[in-house]
């Protein structure tokens, strides 16, 4: 049986990790079981850590949390034999603007997750982990924390794990209201209990995390795609998409488009084919203007630029990022001085305050996008808004800074025209 | 103070679930559970969560300040929260936001008199590929458009007036 889904899902998917998406109880412990559930935990036990981290390092998984870092690599810099235990964070706070998987990954098979948390648990032998998830996804907390007491009585947590011998306690964190808290430095302060705030780097959270013990964090859809890599191998898992860039992901399509939603495909798909043939193209039969490939921070790609592979190496070639997977199509009425004006808005909002390029920066240019968009703004405002948002390019205490200011800088590039024509108001609302 | 049982059986978990001497860990989801129950984080339940999680009352107060999910003051029973970030913003999250204040006779983070309804513009909750999207309390509403927000309006106020009842 069929259960509903937000969004119906696409013929042109490749399914990995939404396999069991929409099956009937695709929740509970029995139909993951049933679905080839802990065959690659059994068989992730059976192995050396060394040769768990060297397949998930052959699948070429990169983190689907933002910076798409190799993460086997990150897997191979926790020091399992320190003299500190090692805890395994799982970042769950989904907050980048235009992103909305990690949601369905936790609703519709947790224990995938539970299994991708555990494999990592044997490879960097760690016996504890959290999973912090945005205050606001309450109602996922309580879905999380019914999967983990289910796996708990059943012996698929705890002490004997899978009557392997192996232990492992895992529990959720609440997050309250950050966007901030997503860089993983700062999860970590909200994780200990106090403002979520960055640390400075080094030390890395891979030797000294939470509550200083060696950390591996790891963005929800990062560990739900570990199953499949050991269960099928890794090399299988890279196959499925372009050298480098393993696997699939999910793709969250919003904005202009016919048929929004979540889709799955196999790294290296085609942008305009998942506009057009997934997401059934621009609504109202009007003509693309711009893609914002990968959530709020990357910047923008104009219509023309869109003929391209969705894999990171060939998003960052053409000047973005593939980031969080959050891809918002405009259309070719959209005001992106408005739209512009709505990121800055959000990262003002947002900044923590805790570094100066960042809190000033993010409210100037807030400031000057708003007087801009009133009708207030004089021709030099064009240049002065690209220069800022350079200068804080690099300098600030963590990415938030060059999250607000690389989409800033893009659209004040690429479309300098409507910034101009907005000085006598012809652009059209949104 | 005193809480519920479940809000109690709740904190006696959550004091366990950290390592050893790490309690001060506890201090951001009891904010949370208990102002779901206290309506808002008082003076005093500062000072009961910094008592119950072994720091200063200061070290709790600071938290408070940073999170926009925690409220000094009470929000009404019923929260919404609309979002006009990105995704939403193209497909009438704004629009939808100036309806509910004109709907509701409110604006940001004001509560209506008979302090049934508060509103909030928030920025992206994960919803953006079913946009436009309105949070209340808890619970997710996908698709909104200005029609369904009354809908969904009235269904509050006449679930407020059987509570009255
Ligand atoms: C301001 C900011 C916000 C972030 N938000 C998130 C987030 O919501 N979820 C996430 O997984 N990663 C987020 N990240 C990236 C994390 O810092 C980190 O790189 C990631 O969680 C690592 O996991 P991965 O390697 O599996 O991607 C954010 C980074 C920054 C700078
Ligand atoms: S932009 Fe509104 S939910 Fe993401």
Same mark, same amino acid.
């Given at each position: 049986?069929?259960?509903?889904?937000?969004?119906?899902?696409?013929?042109?998917?490749?399914?990995?990790?939404?396999?069991?998406?929409?099956?009937?109880?695709?929740?509970?412990?029995?139909?993951?079981?049933?679905?080839?559930?802990?065959?690659?935990?059994?068989?992730?036990?059976?192995?050396?850590?060394?040769?768990?981290?060297?397949?998930?390092?052959?699948?070429?998984?990169?983190?689907?949390?933002?910076?798409?870092?190799?993460?086997?690599?990150?897997?191979?810099?926790?020091?399992?034999?320190?003299?500190?235990?090692?805890?395994?964070?799982?970042?769950?706070?989904?907050?980048?603007?235009?992103?909305?998987?990690?949601?369905?990954?936790?609703?519709?098979?947790?224990?995938?997750?539970?299994?991708?948390?555990?494999?990592?648990?044997?490879?960097?032998?760690?016996?504890?982990?959290?999973?912090?998830?945005?205050?606001?996804?309450?109602?996922?907390?309580?879905?999380?924390?019914?999967?983990?007491?289910?796996?708990?009585?059943?012996?698929?947590?705890?002490?004997?794990?899978?009557?392997?011998?192996?232990?492992? +306690?895992?529990?959720?964190?609440?997050?309250?209201?950050?966007?901030?808290?997503?860089?993983?430095?700062?999860?970590?302060?909200?994780?200990?209990?106090?403002?979520?705030?960055?640390?400075?780097?080094?030390?890395?959270?891979?030797?000294?995390?939470?509550?200083?013990?060696?950390?591996?964090?790891?963005?929800?859809?990062?560990?739900?795609?570990?199953?499949?890599?050991?269960?099928?191998?890794?090399?299988?898992?890279?196959?499925?998409?372009?050298?480098?860039?393993?696997?699939?992901?999910?793709?969250?399509?919003?904005?202009?488009?016919?048929?929004?939603?979540?889709?799955?495909?196999?790294?290296?798909?085609?942008?305009?084919?998942?506009?057009?043939?997934?997401?059934?193209?621009?609504?109202?039969?009007?003509?693309?203007?711009?893609?914002?490939?990968?959530?709020?921070?990357?910047?923008?790609?104009?219509?023309?630029?869109?003929?391209?592979?969705?894999?990171?190496?060939?998003?960052?070639?053409?000047?973005?990022?593939?980031?969080?997977?959050?891809?918002?199509?405009?259309?070719?009425?959209?005001?992106?001085?408005?739209?512009?004006?709505?990121?800055?808005?959000?990262?003002?909002?947002?900044?923590?305050?805790?570094?100066?390029?960042?809190?000033?920066?993010?409210?100037?240019?807030?400031?000057?996008?708003?007087?801009?968009? +009133?009708?207030?703004?004089?021709?030099?405002?064009?240049?002065?808004?690209?220069?800022?948002?350079?200068?804080?390019?690099?300098?600030?205490?963590?990415?938030?800074?060059?999250?607000?200011?690389?989409?800033?800088?893009?659209?004040?590039?690429?479309?300098?025209?409507?910034?101009?024509?907005?000085?006598?108001?012809?652009?059209?609302?949104? | 103070?005193?809480?519920?049982?479940?809000?109690?059986?709740?904190?006696?978990?959550?004091?366990?679930?950290?390592?050893?001497?790490?309690?001060?860990?506890?201090?951001?989801?009891?904010?949370?559970?208990?102002?779901?129950?206290?309506?808002?984080?008082?003076?005093?339940?500062?000072?009961?969560?910094?008592?119950?999680?072994?720091?200063?009352?200061?070290?709790?107060?600071?938290?408070?300040?940073?999170?926009?999910?925690?409220?000094?003051?009470?929000?009404?029973?019923?929260?919404?929260?609309?979002?006009?970030?990105?995704?939403?913003?193209?497909?009438?999250?704004?629009?939808?936001?100036?309806?509910?204040?004109?709907?509701?006779?409110?604006?940001?983070?004001?509560?209506?008199?008979?302090?049934?309804?508060?509103?909030?513009?928030?920025?992206?909750?994960?919803?953006?590929?079913?946009?436009?999207?309105?949070?209340?309390?808890?619970?997710?509403?996908?698709?909104?458009?200005?029609?369904?927000?009354?809908?969904?309006?009235?269904?509050?106020?006449?679930?407020?007036?059987?509570?009255?009842?």
């Amino acid at each position: 049986m069929a259960k509903v889904l937000y969004n119906e899902p696409s013929p042109l998917e490749t399914k990995v990790i939404s396999q069991r998406f929409g099956l009937e109880g695709s929740e509970t412990l029995d139909v993951y079981l049933k679905t080839k559930g802990y065959e690659a935990f059994r068989k992730a036990k059976e192995m050396t850590p060394e040769a768990i981290i060297e397949e998930v390092k052959t699948s070429s998984l990169r983190g689907r949390g933002g910076a798409g870092f190799p993460t086997g690599l990150k897997w191979s810099f926790v020091p399992r034999t320190h003299p500190k235990p090692r805890v395994i964070v799982v970042n769950g706070d989904e907050s980048e603007p235009g992103t909305c998987k990690d949601r369905l990954l936790i609703e519709y098979d947790p224990h995938q997750l539970i299994e991708g948390i555990l494999i990592a648990g044997l490879a960097v032998d760690a016996h504890v982990g959290y999973i912090y998830i945005r205050g606001e996804y309450r109602y996922l907390i309580e879905k999380m924390d019914r999967a983990l007491e289910e796996a708990y009585a059943r012996g698929y947590l705890g002490d004997n794990v899978a009557g392997t011998g192996f232990k492992f +306690d895992l529990y959720t964190h609440t997050g309250a209201g950050a966007y901030e808290c997503g860089e993983e430095t700062a999860l970590l302060d909200s994780l200990e209990g106090k403002r979520g705030v960055p640390r400075m780097k080094p030390p890395f959270p891979a030797v000294a995390g939470a509550w200083a013990m060696p950390t591996l964090l790891n963005n929800v859809e990062t560990f739900s795609s570990v199953p499949a890599i050991i269960r099928d191998g890794g090399a299988a898992y890279a196959a499925l998409g372009t050298p480098k860039n393993g696997g699939t992901r999910l793709l969250c399509i919003s904005g202009h488009v016919n048929k929004p939603g979540v889709y799955e495909v196999p790294l290296g798909f085609p942008m305009m084919k998942a506009i057009n043939e997934i997401a059934g193209g621009v609504r109202g039969g009007k003509k693309l203007k711009a893609v914002v490939p990968g959530g709020s921070s990357c910047p923008i790609l104009k219509a023309e630029e869109c003929d391209v592979a969705m894999d990171y190496d060939t998003i960052a070639k053409i000047g973005s990022m593939m980031g969080s997977g959050g891809m918002v199509v405009l259309d070719e009425d959209t005001d992106m001085v408005g739209f512009a004006l709505r990121i800055m808005r959000f990262y003002a909002h947002e900044s923590c305050g805790w570094c100066i390029p960042c809190r000033e920066g993010t409210t100037w240019l807030r400031k000057m996008l708003q007087r801009y968009y +009133d009708g207030h703004g004089r021709k030099e405002d064009i240049d002065i808004i690209g220069e800022v948002s350079k200068n804080m390019l690099g300098r600030t205490f963590c990415a938030l800074g060059d999250a607000a200011a690389m989409p800033t800088i893009s659209i004040v590039e690429k479309f300098r025209d409507e910034f101009e024509k907005y000085l006598t108001r012809e652009t059209v609302a949104v | 103070m005193t809480f519920s049982p479940q809000i109690e059986e709740r904190f006696a978990k959550l004091l366990k679930r950290y390592p050893e001497g790490k309690t001060r860990s506890a201090v951001i989801p009891m904010l949370m559970y208990a102002q779901d129950e206290t309506g808002a984080i008082t003076k005093e339940l500062i000072e009961e969560v910094a008592k119950r999680c072994g720091v200063t009352p200061l070290q709790v107060d600071e938290v408070v300040g940073y999170y926009s999910m925690m409220h000094r003051k009470p929000l009404g029973k019923f929260h919404v929260q609309v979002c006009t970030n990105i995704s939403c913003l193209l497909v009438g999250g704004a629009d939808l936001y100036e309806h509910a204040k004109k709907k509701l006779g409110i604006g940001h983070k004001e509560v209506t008199a008979d302090g049934l309804i508060s509103l909030e513009e928030v920025e992206c909750m994960g919803a953006c590929s079913w946009a436009p999207a309105v949070e209340i309390n808890y619970d997710f509403h996908h698709h909104v458009t200005p029609e369904r927000f009354d809908q969904l309006i009235a269904g509050l106020r006449d679930a407020g007036l059987r509570k009255a009842q």
